[in-house]
């Protein structure tokens, strides 16, 4: 079974930097995407950025957080990374942490084509 372990939020004043982990386990697969998305309270949960694992590499961002998140990997490890700078207090809620199993090169920024969910970590950025 799949399992995916978020770890790396918490509190940041805005400007600041944090860095997320998820690290990924059960896999028998290795054609994967994995994905970053968001929710903060009271709105729905938003694309942040997404990964191709073999088929290609390629990363994708949310044009919100461009020039100032960046997603990578281990393969190693079957993790990855979402390095935060320059954060806003916009920036503020739970991260979450997903994965699919991918068939195409083109990115995964749907939501709806994830099958594995990480328990999400909470970021909060102050002012």
């Known amino acids: 079974q799949v399992q995916l372990v978020e770890s790396g939020g918490g509190l940041v004043q805005a400007g600041g930097s944090l860095r997320l982990s998820c690290a990924a386990s059960g896999l028998t697969f290795s054609n994967i995407a994995m994905g970053w998305f968001r929710q903060a309270p009271g709105k729905e949960r938003e694309f942040v950025t997404t990964?191709?694992?073999?088929?290609?590499?390629?990363?994708y961002y949310a044009d919100s957080v461009k020039g100032r998140f960046n997603i990578s990997r281990d393969n190693a490890k079957n993790t990855v990374y979402l390095q935060m700078s320059s954060l806003k207090p916009e920036d503020t809620a739970v991260y979450y942490c997903?994965?699919?199993?991918?068939?195409?090169?083109?990115?995964?920024?749907?939501?709806?084509?994830?099958?594995?969910w990480g328990q999400g970590t909470q970021v909060t950025v102050s002012s």
């Open positions: 997903a994965l699919t199993r991918a068939y195409r090169s083109s990115p995964y920024y749907n939501r709806n084509e994830y099958t594995y």
């Open positions: 990964i191709q694992w073999l088929i290609s590499g390629s990363t």
